[in-house]
């Protein structure tokens, strides 16, 4: 499986997003090794799991911050879409951590085809919405 490869034309332009966005691909790219390297370790994929998991929350909920701040009129609809890919990940991670089915490449297929589709149709629609004014910048665990 190819590693999953940052490109100029996802940067929305709001640091903290673009950061966030960015290690969605490292942690991605992390189990692309795994995977390829066929080593699985149950305990090293759940802790990517957990990760991941948590850094979809806050993510999510500092763009929909912003959005509601700055008065997005689209602010429902991309709610939407982020509630289906979040319930959809813990879903895959609680089938893996409880039931041990083999999710991994799903797991990678669902992140990189929704994050990249995602990023460039949804996110960009908010880009002279959300801004480095009304953005809570703070490290993704401290978003409330
Ligand atoms: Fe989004």
Redesign the pocket.
């Known amino acids: 499986m190819d590693e999953f490869k940052w490109t100029e034309d996802l940067m929305i332009g709001v640091k903290a997003i673009d950061e966030d966005h960015q290690s969605f691909f490292d942690i991605c790219n992390n189990l692309i090794h795994i995977e390829n390297k066929g080593e699985i370790d149950r305990l090293v994929i759940i802790s990517y799991l957990n990760i991941l998991n948590e850094y979809i929350e806050g993510h ?1 909920l500092r ?1 929909e911050k912003a959005m509601k701040k700055s008065n997005y009129p689209h602010y429902a609809g ?1 709610r939407h879409h ?1 509630e289906v890919f979040k319930k959809r990940v813990e879903d895959l991670s609680k089938l893996y951590i409880d039931e041990k089915i083999d999710i991994l490449q799903d797991l990678i297929h669902l992140i990189t085809n929704w994050l990249i589709s ?1 990023i460039k149709i ?2 960009m629609k908010y880009r002279n919405w959300i801004t480095e004014s009304n953005i809570d910048s703070r490290h993704l665990y401290m978003i409330d």
Do not use: I, R
């Open positions: 999510f763009e991309h982020h995602h949804e996110d």
